[in-house]
């Protein structure tokens, strides 16, 4: 069991690290679309839709990163001064009767909206613009299976005590650098 969730929370950690260079990529893009429409007059609309596909591929396949890290606002008004026992209730509680419906549900009705523009291999409206529309939608597909896989190991976490030392020190190196 622990050397599942070991792997569950490496590959998120991975996924994460590696998904977090688009912010990089995200701000270079954007610089360059500045630069060329006031300094050279010359507008990109295939750069300027690169900078929203990185946008919306940064949030959609950082969110279970996010999640493990701790990143994403909890309102916890009593639930950090519960005892670990009942925090590993709510978290389970949450875990399955609210994050495993939601992804689930997401897929559910998604499926058909991804299959139609992966079959008309769906481009851009924009003259110029991007022939990928259709890898951008299967964004909605992926993140809610990376959130299932980070809900899997999440709910293990919470009977095994939390993460194992390697994920701590990642928190750690994270947060401090």
Not at 65 to 80: A, E, I, N, P
Not at 125 to 136: A, D, R
């Given at each position: 069991m622990?050397?599942?969730?070991?792997?569950?929370?490496?590959?998120?950690?991975?996924?994460?690290?590696?998904v977090?260079?688009?912010?990089?990529?995200m701000?270079?893009?954007?610089?360059?679309?500045?630069?060329?429409?006031?300094?050279?007059?010359?507008?990109?609309?295939?750069?300027?839709e690169?900078v929203?596909y990185?946008?919306?591929?940064?949030?959609?396949?950082?969110?279970?990163y996010?999640?493990?890290?701790?990143?994403?606002?909890?309102?916890?008004?009593f639930?950090?001064?519960w005892?670990?026992?009942?925090?590993?209730?709510?978290?389970?509680?949450?875990i399955?009767l609210?994050?495993?419906?939601?992804?689930?549900?997401?897929?559910?009705?998604?499926?058909?909206?991804?299959?139609?523009?992966?079959?008309?291999?769906?481009?851009?409206?924009?003259?110029?613009?991007?022939?990928?529309?259709?890898?951008?939608k299967?964004?909605?597909?992926?993140?809610?299976?990376?959130?299932?896989?980070?809900?899997l190991?999440?709910?293990?976490?919470?009977?095994?005590?939390?993460k194992?030392?390697e994920?701590?020190h990642?928190?750690?190196?994270?947060?401090y650098?």
């Amino acid at each position: 069991m622990t050397n599942l969730l070991h792997l569950l929370n490496l590959f998120t950690r991975r996924s994460g690290q590696a998904v977090r260079w688009l912010s990089l990529l995200m701000v270079i893009a954007s610089c360059l679309v500045v630069i060329l429409r006031y300094s050279f007059d010359m507008p990109s609309i295939a750069l300027q839709e690169s900078v929203m596909y990185l946008h919306a591929s940064l949030f959609m396949l950082g969110a279970a990163y996010t999640w493990q890290q701790g990143g994403h606002v909890r309102v916890d008004v009593f639930y950090r001064n519960w005892p670990a026992k009942r925090q590993a209730l709510v978290d389970r509680a949450g875990i399955l009767l609210l994050v495993i419906p939601t992804c689930l549900f997401m897929l559910w009705v998604s499926w058909d909206y991804v299959a139609s523009a992966w079959a008309i291999g769906e481009k851009s409206q924009e003259s110029g613009g991007l022939p990928f529309v259709y890898l951008l939608k299967t964004l909605i597909l992926v993140m809610p299976v990376l959130m299932l896989i980070q809900a899997l190991a999440e709910f293990g976490n919470t009977f095994t005590g939390g993460k194992d030392a390697e994920d701590k020190h990642s928190e750690q190196e994270a947060h401090y650098g």
